[in-house]
Structure formats: structure tokens, C-alpha cells
């Protein structure tokens, strides 16, 4: 991160309450430390009780400040019973980094049977993050003060094949954003969507494929959201992900030409159910010309 950047974003979040959902590893630990050592008291909400406790063990032995939620995002009932506890807990939370996520890799055609695939990744990633929101907003509304980032994927700008169930899990979770940031914009909430593109994160470590293809880092990809905690805006996205938005605004031919050569490019094979296979040379040609990309 830059040292502007690192200075601002110290000075935003310094005494700042901070609800980081998925905060047990890949982005959401990373961001989840960065924002401790800046000042901020963290709190930690994913599914797994003890890795919760771990993480929060290595914060308060850099001197930061976290607390532990377990909850599961997949069901209504306990994101209630959670945030019910978290507010009595804390008086008032300033950032929801909605960032637990679930992702799937199979083409709609082999899909056919699977519908629950669809069902398990709206539940995730979009209903148990509005749910979220739907119970700390009236707090942020009366306080007339908070930050919602809500971590989008590059897959909704450029329509990434394989992934059709997970980006529109995160088509809905814009949509909602995008109602919502007019409606609250009075009360000087901010929304924000992140557009992250592929990292390397244990939710992707099953696709071995993605050995061999450029990523970011998680620790490139809690940059983003600094950036966006510092900035406050609508959207936050890649290079490669606001051209994507724009060749599909202005020649959707071309973008749907561009997706369906690295769909054929990169087939469902052994490679995704485990067996280690090294790119050819047009593959990686084709991953680094679109870096960060999902294929």
C-alpha cells in the first residue's frame, strides 16, 4: 500500500469498529489485521468457532484489538441471533466488509442437475449478506454515519463462463447495493462494491488450474479495500475490470467473443477436480493477457 494511502487509512479507521465477515482467512484475515493495526477493534464473524479464536489470538499479539463471532452466513436465524449479540456488545459499528463468499467453477450445461449449486451460493453470498444489513442498517441510519463494502467480483464486469451461479450471486448483491446507496445517501452511509479479480485464497485452491494463472495476492487484494475505505466510493475495480465493463457496454460482441475463446481455452478437466496439469503456451499467453481473470 502507499505510504499516502497507509497514512489515511490509518487516520480513518484508528478507534473504528469494523465487522469482517469470512474474517478466518484469504482476504478477510488479511483485512481483518491490517484494519487491527491501524486501530481499529475487528470484529471477527465466520463459521468455525477456534479458527475465529486463532486469528484473534494473532491480533491481540501485534496489540489489537478483536473480538470473535461465529456465525453461519448460510442460515437466517443465527445471522438474527448474531447480530442481536454483536450490538449488544459493541455500541456501534462503523465498516461491514461483507466478504464470506462461496464460488463455483462448472459450466451451466453441466450444471443441468445441480440447481443447488445456484440455491448454496445466493444463500451465501447474496441473502445472508442482506440479511446482515438488513439488521445493522437501522443503527448506521440513527448514527447517520457508516460504510458498507461489499466485496463484488471482476466476473460481474466481464461475464466469466464457469461461474454463472456465483457471478449472479454477486449481481444481486450489486443490484441491492446500487437501490440502496441512493437510499441511504442522506444519511451519509456509503456503499461500496469491490470488484475483486482472482486471488489466492483457499477458495480457489481446489481449482488446481489456477497454479498456473496470474492472481493477486491477499495482501494486493486488502489494498483494494483500504483504497476503498479511504475513498468511499461507489465501486472500486481493476484496470482490466473497468475495460471489461466498457467493451461489454459498448460491443458486447466483442466481450462475449473474448469470454467464449478462454471458456473453450480453459474446458473443465482433471486439472479442476485435483489432478495437477500445467498450462500450454497459448493458455498462459491468454491468462496474462487477461490477469486476474476467471477461467
Given at each position: 500500500m502507499k505510504k499516502k494511502l497507509e497514512h489515511l487509512f490509518q487516520s480513518q479507521v484508528q478507534g473504528k469498529v469494523a465487522l469482517i465477515t469470512g474474517a478466518s482467512s484469504g482476504i478477510g484475515l488479511t483485512i481483518a489485521r491490517r484494519l487491527a493495526r491501524a486501530g481499529a477493534h475487528v470484529l471477527l464473524l465466520s463459521r468455525t468457532e477456534e479458527d475465529l479464536l486463532k486469528v484473534k489470538a494473532e491480533i491481540e499479539q501485534e496489540g489489537g484489538q478483536a473480538s470473535v463471532y461465529p456465525c453461519d452466513l448460510n442460515d437466517m436465524?443465527?445471522?438474527?441471533?448474531?447480530?442481536?449479540?454483536?450490538?449488544?456488545?459493541?455500541?456501534?459499528?462503523?465498516?461491514?466488509?461483507?466478504?464470506?463468499?462461496?464460488?463455483?467453477?462448472r459450466a451451466v450445461e453441466e450444471s443441468l442437475d445441480r440447481f443447488h449449486d445456484f440455491e448454496r451460493t445466493m444463500q451465501l453470498n447474496y441473502f445472508g449478506a442482506v440479511r446482515l444489513v438488513l439488521n445493522l442498517l437501522p443503527h448506521m441510519i440513527k448514527r447517520k454515519n457508516g460504510h458498507i463494502i461489499n466485496i463484488s467480483s471482476i466476473g460481474v464486469l466481464a461475464n466469466a463462463t464457469r461461474f454463472s451461479a456465483y457471478v449472479a450471486s454477486k449481481a444481486a448483491l450489486d443490484a441491492f447495493s446500487r437501490c440502496l446507496a441512493a437510499e441511504v445517501h442522506r444519511h451519509k452511509i456509503a456503499i461500496t462494491s469491490v470488484y475483486m479479480p482472482l486471488v489466492r485464497t483457499p477458495m480457489i485452491a481446489p481449482t488446481k488450474i489456477y497454479n498456473y494463472v496470474p492472481t493477486l495476492s491477499t495482501e494486493q487484494a486488502a489494498d483494494l479495500i483500504a483504497e476503498a475505505i479511504v475513498k468511499r466510493p461507489k465501486s472500486i475495480a481493476t484496470?482490466?475490470?473497468?475495460?471489461?465493463?466498457?467493451?461489454?457496454?459498448?460491443?458486447?460482441?466483442?466481450?462475449?467473443?473474448?469470454?467464449?475463446?478462454?471458456?473453450?481455452?480453459?474446458?473443465?478437466?482433471?486439472?479442476?477436480?485435483?489432478?495437477?496439469?500445467?498450462?500450454?503456451?497459448i493458455q498462459r499467453a491468454y491468462a496474462k493477457l487477461f490477469p486476474g481473470e476467471h477461467w
Open positions: 436465524d443465527a445471522i438474527d441471533h448474531c447480530t442481536t449479540k454483536i450490538l449488544a456488545d459493541v455500541e456501534y459499528i462503523d465498516i461491514l466488509i461483507n466478504n464470506a463468499g462461496r464460488s463455483i467453477r484496470h482490466l475490470g473497468r475495460l471489461a465493463s466498457i467493451s461489454y457496454a459498448i460491443a458486447p460482441s466483442v466481450n462475449n467473443t473474448l469470454m467464449s475463446i478462454g471458456f473453450h481455452l480453459f474446458p473443465s478437466s482433471s486439472a479442476s477436480r485435483g489432478k495437477k496439469e500445467k498450462l500450454n503456451l
